[in-house]
């Protein structure tokens, strides 16, 4: 974890994430335990985005492959959470995804997280039901 950037170490540490998995890429995956039982799998970018003064990091959480989804039901479904952040097409997936800029205070950070996790999973629990908690 050393080699991550040293905001993003700091909110990892202060947020009780410091022990999250870093991959191959350099992200950070943490596994977000929800109250119900079930996991939600939230990924924070270990190389912050930059466009001139701006930077931040992207905290995003996938929400299902985007290929298996109707556009009117994932607006339907999402537009009722009134949460920050948006969906996004990642490759075959549809993602929930917050940017957070360096320097934004450790709460700010530590809700993205929980927002990212509880928002897809509750996309996941209203198309796939209970049985399902495939992210």
Aim: proline letters at 4%; hydrophobic letters at 40%.
């Amino acid at each position: 974890m050393s080699d991550l950037h040293p905001y993003l170490r700091d909110m990892l540490d202060q947020s009780g994430y410091d022990n999250a998995p870093v991959d191959d890429d350099g992200d950070v995956r943490i596994v977000v335990r929800l109250s119900d039982g079930r996991s939600q799998q939230v990924i924070v970018s270990g190389t912050p985005d930059s466009v001139e003064d701006w930077v931040d990091f992207d905290v995003w959480s996938p929400i299902g492959r985007y290929e298996d989804m109707e556009v009117k039901d994932v607006m339907r479904i999402l537009s009722d959470y009134k949460q920050i952040g948006g969906a996004v097409v990642f490759g075959e997936h549809l993602i929930w995804k917050i940017d957070v800029p360096v320097g934004a205070p450790m709460e700010f950070f530590r809700s993205a997280v929980r927002i990212c996790a509880v928002t897809a999973d509750r996309y996941e629990l209203e198309t796939e039901g209970d049985a399902k908690d495939q992210y």
